[in-house]
Nanobody, 115 residues
Framework: QVQLVESGGGLVQPGGSLRLSCAAS????????MDWYRQAPGKQRELVAT???????NYAESVKGRFTISRDNAKNTVYLQMNSLKSEDTASFYC?????????WGQGTQVTVSS
């Protein structure tokens, strides 16, 4: 079955950096678009970044210039490099992919930005 397993979350000070990883199994990873979403307490889940199978990327306005999504097809892994973190980036981050008629989510990893 399809599994997406996130890692790399934690507590970081404002201005700091974290790199999230999402390891995928059960899919032919290289042909799937991959996304990172986040959900802050009391807010709706929002799309943060997307990378297509061809490597094209797209970002939410709130993270442009600070976050970078990338993928390593040899390792079946997608990454989210987060720099210049702000308190408002505090959220649970989720890995996501999709195919016709189905979506797949990871269990999430918590990112807390606080001094």
């Amino acid at each position: 079955q399809v599994q997406l397993v996130e890692s790399g979350g934690g507590l970081v000070q404002p201005g700091g950096s974290l790199r999230l990883s999402c390891a995928a199994s059960g899919i032919i990873f290289s042909i799937y678009p991959m996304d990172w979403y986040r959900q802050a307490p009391g807010k709706q889940r929002e799309l943060v970044a997307t990378i297509t199978r061809g490597g094209s990327t797209n970002y939410a306005e709130s993270v442009k210039g600070r976050f970078t999504i990338s993928r390593d097809n040899a390792k079946n892994t997608v990454y989210l490099q987060m720099n210049s973190l702000k308190s408002e980036d505090t959220a649970s981050f989720y890995c996501h992919t999709r195919e016709v008629g189905r979506e797949y989510w990871g269990q999430g990893t918590q990112v807390t930005v606080s001094s």
